[in-house]
């Protein structure tokens, strides 16, 4: 993690719409105090409550039994006898530093309490500076968004899947590649699905070398057992896991690679045979004993899992007009057709292709992937909460809370659901000393909640307040956010 990402981390956003004078700019910052709140502190301890939490300067600088902390002269106190305060969130796979991010995408995420994001990777047409210029104004309090940390662009192989990837056909310019976005000042490497072996293995290699971790999609071309042997941190959307369950494995990766190589553009006839055919074929042929295997092989080699669950089932449901019934569709810009349109799937490049009984597949694989994010869950494999926003049907920040409510679907106990979009990413991005749980000398990254989310963990969407470096969005603020989005969504 780059020194200088910390230091980002450190600095007070000077928030423009809360609605307490002492979090406006140029104004000085008061101490908070938060009186007889019942803290999850995320460490995996029970609830404490009747606790009183003191932020001064943006971290925790005290925190204690109600009435045995002493209240800084001149601070602002509040009332939160029937509230819980726990860490804010982080999406740890999130696509938001682009056009739409300023003004739609980074303040929707925080006005539902998300106060970190990793960004997973933009299109090559946006630049980097670009994309590291909105993070720097978010750390100056220029713009109203998270923390983030963000891979810049995405590698795959001569044959992008995605033509906005980045495409590498040899192992020096995939070395170069990795040392060019170094040098741009990314966090991480994003890997996608088309890498050949020899040019992921350089990637990953590279990186390694050059201090980096590197992260993404496991690649048709490699078994989930090597991408964590060669180091990759975090596999996303379970790529490479339920290939690496099935007794039919050789068999199909091959097949799937001399479909690949067949690939003239078709998106949608990809898809279709990706997700649906190749699939449902790796489905059938699950073996528990193999699986079992494998999840050891990533428990023992601390291989994170990012299965963004909620973004998985946004496919299966692609076809279910209902949607345009939801109403956070006012969040969306409205040249987004490719969410607004009610006709979607005949008009989206991916998905046109799929037929009734293609949906119906996707659907019972979304049944089966919880089983085995479960299964992984109860192996000790370590878990990251995102959800691939902005996708469609996938909303910043309100889809967060979506994916804590499938790990608990999943087979997840509530805290162990809240932990991986709190002390998780914190672990996994070595930020532990400083964010990822309610404690003393901690970054006052802090949601303050109506309800208890350990009762149920779809609380954690009854938000009374966000804190982000100790500055306050109360309600009336975190509404005023949306409004403001919604006025935007329009103009877009």
């Excluded at 004078?21 to 009747?50: F, Y």
């Excluded at 992260?215 to 989930?224: E, N, Q, R």
């Excluded at 596999?235 to 369950?245: K, Q, R, W």
């Excluded at 909460?385 to 679907?409: I, M, R």
């Amino acid at each position: 993690m780059h020194s200088r990402i910390l230091l980002g981390l450190l600095i007070p956003i000077l928030w423009l719409m809360s609605s307490d004078r002492s979090a406006q700019p140029g104004a000085e910052a008061k101490a908070l105090v938060l009186e007889h709140v019942t803290v999850i502190d995320a460490t995996g301890a029970p609830p404490k409550p009747d606790m009183m939490v003191v932020i001064v300067a943006g971290r925790i600088s005290d925190i204690g039994k109600s009435g045995s902390v002493q209240v800084p002269q001149g601070a602002q106190t509040m009332n939160a006898r029937t509230k819980f305060l726990i860490p804010g969130l982080w999406d740890m796979h999130a696509h938001v530093l682009n056009d739409k991010g300023p003004d739609i995408l980074l303040p929707m995420l925080v006005a539902n309490g998300v106060t970190g994001a990793r960004e997973m990777g933009n299109d090559n047409d946006v630049p980097i500076e670009a994309m590291d210029r909105m993070r720097k104004e978010i750390e100056q309090g220029k713009l109203i968004g998270p923390h983030i940390v963000m891979a810049g662009h995405i590698i795959d192989g001569p044959k992008p899947v995605l033509p906005s990837n980045v495409s590498v056909s040899t192992e020096a310019q995939a070395r170069e590649t990795v040392i060019a976005l170094k040098k741009s000042g990314v966090d991480f490497i994003k890997v996608y699905t088309a890498l050949p072996r020899n040019l992921y293995f350089a990637i990953a290699e590279e990186a390694n070398r050059q201090g980096l971790p590197f992260v993404g999609h496991v690649p048709i071309a490699v078994t989930a057992e090597e991408a964590s042997d060669a180091g990759q941190k975090s596999f996303e959307h379970m790529t490479g896991v339920i290939d690496s369950c099935s007794t039919r494995e050789t068999e199909l990766r091959r097949a799937l690679l001399e479909r690949y190589e067949k690939f003239n553009g078709s998106t949608s006839e990809l898809v279709r045979f990706l997700f649906v055919i190749y699939q449902q074929q790796l489905l059938d042929s699950y073996d528990e004993k193999k699986a079992g295997a494998l999840f050891e092989h990533l428990r023992k080699n601390g291989t994170w899992q990012c299965p963004t669950l909620v973004a998985l089932r946004s496919v299966a449901f692609f076809d279910d007009r209902s949607f345009v019934n939801d109403l956070r569709l006012k969040y969306a810009p409205r040249s987004w057709t490719f969410w607004t349109d009610p006709n979607r799937q005949q008009t989206n490049d991916f998905f046109k292709d799929l037929t009734a009984e293609d949906f119906a597949n996707e659907k019972r694989a979304v049944q089966k992937r919880l089983q085995i994010v479960g299964a992984m869950h109860r192996a000790g494999v370590k878990f990251l909460a995102g959800t691939d926003t902005a996708v469609p049907s996938v909303y910043p920040g309100f889809s967060l809370h979506e994916e804590l409510a499938l790990f608990v679907k999943a087979g997840m106990p509530p805290m162990e659901a809240l932990q991986s979009a709190t002390l998780n990413p914190a672990v996994f991005l070595n930020l532990q000393d400083t964010l990822g749980t309610v404690e003393k000398g901690k970054i006052a990254d802090l949601l303050l909640l109506d309800a208890n989310p350990l009762e149920n963990i779809n609380n954690t969407r009854q938000i009374n307040a966000v804190f982000v470096n100790g500055r306050l969005l109360d309600r009336k603020a975190l509404d005023n956010v949306l409004a403001q989005v919604e006025a935007a969504a329009r103009k877009n």
